[in-house]
C-alpha cells in the first residue's frame, strides 16, 4: 500500500472531495512459476477497483483460466465471478407477465483459493486454504504438479511487494517519499516493474549452463537480458 498526498488519517473534511488522495493500493498480479507481473494497477481497495482491476487482468491472458490465489479479501471473489460468467437467456414461457432476467453461470474452469491465518496477538499460527471456486481434486492436482509449491499460499507476491519496496522509495514504509502527485506515481511505477521483468535477473529463474534470466526471459517474451537503455529507448508498437 502507498499513499497519494496525505494518509487517510490525516485528511480533512475539506480533503474528502479529492477522491484521490489518501491510501493507495497497488493492485498486482503476480506469476510464480515465472516471477512475471502480469498486471498491476494503483487505486482504492473497494469492490469495483477489484473488478476494473481483474477485467484488466483477464484480458492479457489467453486460454483456459489460471488457478487463482489470494488473501481473503472478499472483492478478488466478486471480481473473478464478474469476468468469469456468462449470461444465459431464458426461454420465454408464452405466458403473460415480464420476461425472467437472464441466469449468470460462472465459467465451471474457474479455479480459485484463498488462504485463511489465524492469528494471536497479531502472529500467524496457522494457514488454511479454502477453495472458493473450482473443484478440490483439480486444483489438488495442479499443486501436485507445481514446480514452485505444493500448497496455496500467498508467500510468492508479499516477496515480490517486498522487492517492489526495496526498488521505490515511495513505496517504503514510513517514507517521507510518498507520492504528491498521482501522475507521477504511476509513471514510477511502471518503471520499477518493467526494469523488474525485463531488467533484473532472478536468482530463481537460472538454468545452469545457459546463465541468468530476468521474468521476461522465463515467459517467453524476450530473449534475452535487457539494459536499461533498450528498456527507456523501446518503442512500443502501435497496435
Not at 498480479?29 to 483477464?58: C, N, S, Y
Request: aromatic share 8%.
Amino acid at each position: 500500500m502507498d499513499f497519494y498526498k496525505k494518509k487517510n488519517s490525516s485528511l480533512t473534511e475539506a480533503d474528502h472531495d479529492h477522491a484521490e488522495w489518501g491510501d493507495a493500493w497497488i493492485w498486482q498480479a503476480f506469476d510464480p512459476i515465472t516471477k512475471l507481473i502480469i498486471h498491476a494497477m494503483i487505486g482504492k481497495r473497494t469492490e469495483q477497483q477489484a473488478i476494473v482491476f481483474l477485467f484488466g487482468l483477464a484480458g492479457k491472458l489467453s486460454g483456459s483460466p489460471p488457478l487463482y490465489t489470494s488473501d481473503e479479501l472478499p472483492h478478488y471473489k466478486t471480481g473473478l465471478a464478474a469476468c468469469y460468467s456468462s449470461s444465459i437467456p431464458v426461454a420465454l414461457t408464452g405466458k403473460r407477465g415480464r420476461p425472467k432476467k437472464p441466469i449468470f453461470q460462472i465459467d465451471p474452469e474457474l479455479q480459485y483459493a484463498t488462504v485463511h491465518k489465524t492469528r494471536v496477538n497479531g502472529r500467524v499460527v496457522k494457514a488454511e486454504r479454502r477453495i472458493v471456486f473450482g473443484k478440490e481434486q483439480d486444483i489438488n492436482t495442479i499443486l501436485e504438479n507445481s514446480p514452485v509449491s505444493k500448497a496455496i499460499n500467498t508467500s510468492f507476491v508479499e516477496r515480490n511487494n517486498l522487492t517492489l519496496r526495496q526498488h521505490s522509495r515511495r513505496l517504503n514504509r514510513k517514507t517521507n517519499g510518498f507520492s504528491k502527485v498521482m501522475r507521477n506515481l504511476e509513471a514510477q511505477l511502471i518503471l520499477v516493474m518493467a526494469y523488474y521483468n525485463f531488467v533484473l535477473s532472478h536468482s530463481s529463474l537460472k538454468i545452469k549452463g545457459k546463465g541468468e534470466r530476468t521474468p521476461a526471459m522465463a515467459a517467453g517474451l524476450t530473449n534475452h537480458k535487457w539494459s536499461m537503455t533498450e528498456l527507456l529507448t523501446y518503442r512500443i508498437p502501435d497496435n
